[in-house]
Every structure is written in C-alpha cells, then in structure tokens.
C-alpha cells in the first residue's frame, strides 16, 4: 500500500510556473513508477506524465512536452512535476499515482487526492 498526498497548486497566469509534489508513505517508494493525471471541469481524467521507478525513463503525453518536467528524489519518498509556460488549458486538478506498471489509463492502482491548479489568461 502506499499513500499520496499532493501539494503545491494554485492559482496562476498563463506563462507563468507551479511545481506540484507528491509526498508518498507507506510501501518502499523507490519499487514504484509515479506518475500524474489531471481531469479539467467536466471532462475525463487524461494521463499527462510518468516516471520510472529509478527515474531513468519518463513519458509524457504531446501537449506538455517540452513545458512540464516529472522527477523524483526517492531518498524522500517524493515526486515532482515542473509546470512551466502554463496555459489556461492547463487548468485542472491534477493527481498523482504510483504502480508497478507504467501506463496512459487510470489503472493505476495509488491515487493522491488531487491538487487544484488554475491559470488565468
């Protein structure tokens, strides 16, 4: 088992940056790939970035590319995600989850409880 919770959301304006961390407890962090998802108003949770559990790999979906960076430091049991150039479509709760398994649907089995992040144009 391992818990997650999320901080470091907030309210920004487009162009501007937030970094998110994930503080996790529980089951040995470092076995875990760690990942976020984000669902905006009215709309389904979508994948958006994932980590491996040595940090050696990382995925992240087109629209951020190049704008969001996901890392961890698994020596505190934390994951980070740098938000940069952020876009009103960026505006979301955004979650993060762990598992063994690296993939783009919500079938991770750990799920943080959301941290709301807005951007304002």
């Known amino acids: 088992q391992v818990q997650l919770v999320e901080s470091g959301g907030g309210a920004v304006q487009a162009g501007g940056s937030l970094r998110l961390s994930c503080v996790a407890s529980g089951d040995t962090f470092s076995s875990y790939a760690m990942g976020w998802f984000r669902q905006a108003p009215g709309k389904e949770r979508k994948f958006v970035t994932a980590?491996?559990?040595?940090?050696?790999?990382?995925y992240y979906v087109a629209s951020v590319k190049g704008r969001f960076t996901i890392s961890r430091d698994n020596a505190k049991n934390t994951g980070f995600l740098q938000m940069n150039s952020l876009k009103p479509e960026d505006t979301a709760v955004y979650y993060c989850?762990?598992?063994?398994?690296?993939?783009?649907?919500?079938?991770?089995?750990?799920w943080g409880q959301g941290t709301q992040v807005t951007v304002s144009s």
């Open positions: 980590i491996s559990w040595g940090g050696d790999s990382t």
């Open positions: 989850v762990a598992g063994k398994v690296v993939v783009p649907t919500s079938t991770w089995p750990y």
